[in-house]
Nanobody, 124 residues
Framework: QVQLVESGGGLVQAGGSLKLSCAASGRTFSSAAMGWFRQAPGKEREFVAA????????RYADSVKGRFTISRDNAKNTVYLEMKGLKAEDTALYYCAVGRYRTASNYDYLYDYWGQGTQVTVSS
């Protein structure tokens, strides 16, 4: 059974940093793109960042570009999201997901497996 477990969330002050991790088990995802999405209370889920199967290509939402960095370690079946310069508007439940294809995408319908999420709260 496929399982994605996110970790690394927490409470941080504005301007601070966090690094999220997502460990995948149940199969190897080295041939699939991986993505991070988030959902704030009362809002729809939105794309944050995605990385291609090899790590050679990445995509970011405009709102996080220059502040967040997505990376992956295929040997560990793990994807990371390093977040710097956090803002109050970054507060949300962050989910990782496994893509259906190799290329990074910002469309959530192109992701087949989802984790339970890790909460990130940024105090202003």
């Amino acid at each position: 059974q496929v399982q994605l477990v996110e970790s690394g969330g927490g409470l941080v002050q504005a301007g601070g940093s966090l690094k999220l991790s997502c460990a995948a088990s149940g199969r190897t995802f080295s041939s699939a793109a991986m993505g991070w999405f988030r959902q704030a209370p009362g809002k729809e889920r939105e794309f944050v960042a995605a990385i291609s199967w090899s790590g050679g290509s990445t995509r970011y939402a405009d709102s996080v570009k220059g502040r967040f960095t997505i990376s992956r370690d295929n040997a560990k079946n793990t994807v990371y999201l390093e977040m710097k310069g956090l803002k109050a508007e970054d507060t949300a439940l962050y989910y990782c997901a496994v893509g259906r294809y190799r290329t990074a995408s910002n469309y959530d319908y192109l992701y087949d497996y989802w984790g339970q999420g890790t909460q990130v709260t940024v105090s202003s």
